[in-house]
């Protein structure tokens, strides 16, 4: 990460609202958002909002009483659970941003 963000919802504000849109409908796994793919990015965004990453989690697991399936499947690899966490709260702040009057998509 070049840039530095005082949160992972900041640093997910630095994609356009197309990029935005891609991982809304097409999901991180896609690969459609550069910053998102590899280990390397993931867990670093992982370990610098660690806190964050894990109270939205903890709110969507409140709001709807269960665990994103995907985790617990993860848990016996750190890599592959901290890359869901990070996916799973990318998709849901792309989600909120898409439907923000803050980002809307360019029509030239």
Sequence with gaps: MNQEFNSFYDYMKSYDYDELHAITEHGCVSGCAGG???YTDTCALYDQFADELH???GEWIDEIGETPEFIPRELSYANGFKNA???FVAEQYANELTQ???CEPDHE
């Design 55 to 57: 109270t939205k989690l």
């Design 36 to 38: 998102l793919i590899y």
């Design 85 to 87: 966490v990070v996916w």
């Design 100 to 102: 923000t009057a803050d």
